[in-house]
T-cell receptor, first 115, second 112 residues
C-alpha cells in the first residue's frame, strides 16, 4: 500500500480568503500528483495534474490562477484556493502516482467550507 | 473518448451473499484496472488491481478481467454490512503519467 496525508482535514473560511492544502506521500516518492474535487453525491472530478518541478496542467474549466498548485518535491504538493467563494466549497483530494505500476493512491481529503 | 461505465445501483445484497459489481471500458489501449471503495464522506481506497486476463483473488475480493470483452468485475464474497459503500472502477493505459479514467461508481448496500 501507500500512506498519503493531507492537511488540513477540514477548513471553514470566510469568502475572499485563501486556503492552502498540503498533500504528502509519506512512504514513497511521487513524480506525478493529481488533484480532484468532489461535490456531494457526485463523481470525482480531476482538476489538474502536476509533475515535480514543472507547472501543473489544468483540466478544462478549472482556473489556474484560482487554484494554484505547487509540486516542489517528490513527497509534497500543495493546492491553494485563492479568494475562495461559497461555490468553491467541496471535498478536495490529492492523488499521488506510485511507480512502477502507476497505482494511484488517494489522500484522506480536505473538506472546504466557504462562508 | 475514453469511458468507463458502471451501473450506478444501488445494488442491494443480503449479508453473507456474493456481491457482483461490473464495469466496461471503451479504450482498448487500457492495460491496468483498479477497484476502489469509497465510503460516504471519505476519499477512495484502492482495494484491487488487475493487469492480465483472468481472476485475481485477495481475501473476500476477486477481480476478473476480460480484455476481449473489455469487461472488469469485482466479486465480494460473504458480504458484510461494512462493505456498504460506493465502488469505483478505473482503467489506465500505463503510458506516461496519465490519470486513471474512473467510472461513476456503483453503490452497494449490504442488508443485515
Amino acid at each position: 500500500g501507500a500512506v498519503v496525508s493531507q492537511h488540513p482535514s477540514w477548513v471553514i473560511c470566510k469568502s475572499g480568503t485563501s486556503v492552502k492544502i498540503e498533500c504528502r506521500s509519506l512512504d514513497f516518492q511521487a513524480t506525478t500528483m493529481f488533484w480532484y474535487r468532489q461535490f456531494p453525491k457526485q463523481s470525482l472530478m480531476l482538476m489538474a495534474t502536476s509533475n515535480e518541478g514543472s507547472k501543473a496542467t489544468y483540466e478544462q474549466g478549472v482556473e489556474k490562477d484560482k487554484f494554484l498548485i505547487n509540486h516542489a518535491s517528490l513527497t509534497l504538493s500543495t493546492l491553494t484556493v485563492t479568494s475562495a467563494h461559497p461555490e468553491d466549497s467541496s471535498f478536495y483530494i490529492c492523488s499521488p502516482l506510485k511507480a512502477p505500476n502507476n497505482e494511484q493512491f488517494f489522500g484522506p481529503g480536505t473538506r472546504l467550507t466557504v462562508l | 473518448q475514453k469511458e468507463v461505465e458502471q451501473n450506478s445501483g444501488p445494488l442491494s445484497v443480503p449479508e453473507g451473499a456474493i456481491a457482483s459489481l461490473n464495469c466496461t471500458y471503451s479504450d482498448r489501449g487500457s492495460q491496468s484496472f483498479f477497484w476502489y471503495r469509497q465510503y460516504s464522506g471519505k476519499s477512495p481506497e484502492l482495494i484491487m488491481s488487475i493487469y492480465s486476463n483472468g481472476d485475481k483473488e485477495d481475501g473476500r475480493f476477486t477481480a476478473q478481467l476480460n480484455k476481449a470483452s473489455q469487461y472488469v468485475s469485482l466479486l465480494i464474497r460473504d458480504s458484510q454490512p461494512s462493505d456498504s459503500a460506493t465502488y469505483l472502477c478505473a482503467a489506465a493505459r500505463n503510458s506516461g503519467n496519465t490519470p486513471l479514467v474512473f467510472g461513476k461508481g456503483t453503490r452497494l448496500s449490504v442488508i443485515a
